[in-house]
């Protein structure tokens, strides 16, 4: 049976495009081979689809972190705009941070979030997310701490 085919129309269906279609369905068999050995999969099109979703799900938030940063450059003076090498520096950059940023709980993420780029106090995200001073501050050192393990562990 060829699944490839298969997974090739439907991520072709999903994405409207045949380039990123195929780049896609080889991602998804890249990852199947490096998984360990799967015994008897009885439906091998929900298998390679759920991989594929996932795989979808991260190109859709690649492309709107890259139209985002993209809209910034656009409004950035040509004077102070980065060279061509930092600006994929930068986006590859922005790609990890927004993958680490996933890792985290929800409530974690936004009292993270609003520490770090709000600069709001543990008292004010503990009042804005209706939980204990300790909680809050659990919740900004468990993100702090993430981020570090994120940017300096051996994954």
Known sequence: MDHHGWLH????????????????????????????????????????????????????????????????????????????????LILEALIKIDQMLDTLKPKVRQAFLWAQLEGLSCPQIAARLDVSLATAERYVASGLRQCYQFRFEPA
Do not use: K, M, Y
């Open 9 to 88: 129309g439907w991520l072709r269906r999903q994405l409207g495009n045949s380039f990123e279609a195929a780049d896609l369905a080889h991602d998804v068999f890249v990852r199947l081979l490096r998984r360990p050995a799967v015994a008897d999969t009885r439906e091998p099109r929900a298998f390679l689809s759920t991989i594929a979703r996932g795989l979808l799900v991260d190109h859709w938030r690649r492309r709107e972190l890259e139209r985002a940063w993209l809209e910034v450059l656009a409004r950035t003076p040509e004077a102070q705009a980065p060279s061509p090498e930092s600006r994929l």
